[in-house]
């Protein structure tokens, strides 16, 4: 199986500060790379998919980059409202694996 | 609007099964494939299954390989996952969600708590 790991697992930031979370995969996943948002009590949100493509309706701060094992998600502002847990997941290949999540906060 | 509501969950004791279901609407159920996805409380997210659009292929994760089956009725657009012998282990928030380039749509979850 491939193993994701992201990092850091925790992460304190300011309003208005560019915000970057990483996420590495134990082989070449081919941009196969999605970011997902969980706030408390909710269901995850699709942010990215396939690296660097903005789903529908999510703003334009949020945007992806990266290639072979090595992604990255950035918050080019961040907003009191960004504070939840985001997770990557590799689709690559089966079974499909998710990152342990980091956990955003406001400092 | 793309909905899915799972049902099902509960409190059981080990050993014990319980079936799932996820109701879907606002799009063409029978074209996409569908998957079960799971927490376990303060956790990390864990794929368990998926099923093709027309039943062809299922693929499980080897932690519920041979206890859980997937299922799906697209005359009455629902999915379901069968759990047996189920395992504290197995305690999670369980989510159904649908394929299609990501994740974009996901239930609000059922919850499975195993304990004796």
């Known amino acids: 199986d491939i193993q994701m790991t992201q990092s850091p697992s925790f992460l304190s930031a300011s309003v208005g500060e560019r915000v970057t979370l990483s996420c590495r995969a134990s082989?070449?996943?081919?941009?196969?790379l999605d970011w997902y948002q969980q706030k408390l009590g909710e269901a995850p949100k699709l942010l990215i998919y396939n690296t660097n493509n903005l789903h529908t309706g999510i703003p334009s701060r949020f945007s992806g980059s990266g290639s072979g094992t090595d992604y990255t998600l950035t918050i080019s502002s961040l907003q009191p409202e960004d504070v939840a847990t985001y997770f990557c997941?590799?689709?690559?290949?089966?079974?499909?694996?998710f990152g342990a999540g980091t956990k955003l906060e406001l400092k | 609007e793309v909905q899915l509501v799972e049902s099902g969950g509960g409190l059981v004791k080990p050993g014990s099964s319980l079936k799932l279901s996820c109701v879907a609407s606002?799009?063409?159920?029978?074209?996409?494939?569908m998957h079960w996805i799971r927490q376990a409380p303060k956790k990390g997210l864990e794929w368990i299954a998926l099923?093709?659009?027309?039943?062809?292929?299922?693929y499980y994760a080897d932690s519920v390989k041979g206890r859980f089956t997937i299922s799906r009725d697209n005359s009455k657009n629902t999915l379901y996952l069968e759990m047996n012998s189920l395992r504290s282990e197995d305690t999670a928030m369980y989510y159904c969600?649908?394929?299609?380039?990501?994740?974009?749509?996901w239930g609000q979850g059922v919850m499975v708590t195993v304990s004796s």
């Open positions: 606002g799009f063409t159920f029978s074209s996409y494939g």
């Open positions: 082989q070449n996943i081919n941009k196969y």
């Open positions: 997941l590799q689709r690559n290949s089966w079974p499909y694996t």
């Open positions: 099923i093709y659009y027309d039943s062809s292929n299922k």
């Open positions: 969600a649908k394929s299609g380039g990501g994740y974009r749509n």
